[in-house]
């Protein structure tokens, strides 16, 4: 199964983007996420949701950030909004199926410049 990640991409501070994630074929996702890699730092959560809807969100991220998903299509969502340069990193999304097994986008750039 592979994940497409789309709409990274160079903004300014204060902006806006919207990433997506979509997994083909037909299968049952459990929980969606979208983590972030900024250069010299460890990989980190960046937002979830459930299959019902529920969120959680890094501190570093709530409200100014919104995950959504839409489960027919298996496709997951991240609005950002205020983008700050902070926010700089690869942005990856993941996807797990039952039993607990992961499935990884491939990364998407997004640049805040000052």
């Known amino acids: 199964v592979q994940l497409q990640a789309f709409g990274g991409g160079l903004v300014n501070t204060g902006g806006s983007l919207r990433l997506s994630c979509t997994a083909a074929?037909?299968?049952?996702?459990?929980?969606m996420g979208w983590y972030r890699q900024a250069p010299g730092k460890q990989r980190e959560l960046v937002a979830v949701?459930?299959?019902?809807?529920?969120?959680n969100y890094a501190d570093s991220v709530k409200g100014r950030f919104t995950i959504s998903r839409d489960n027919a299509k298996n496709t997951v969502y991240l609005q950002m909004n205020s983008l700050k340069p902070e926010d700089t990193a690869v942005y990856y999304c993941?996807?797990?199926?039952?039993?607990?097994?992961?499935?990884w986008g491939q990364g998407t750039q997004v640049t805040v410049s000052s």
């Open positions: 949701v459930n299959r019902g809807g529920s969120t």
């Open positions: 074929g037909t299968i049952f996702i459990n929980i």
């Open positions: 993941k996807m797990q199926q039952p039993l607990g097994i992961d499935l």
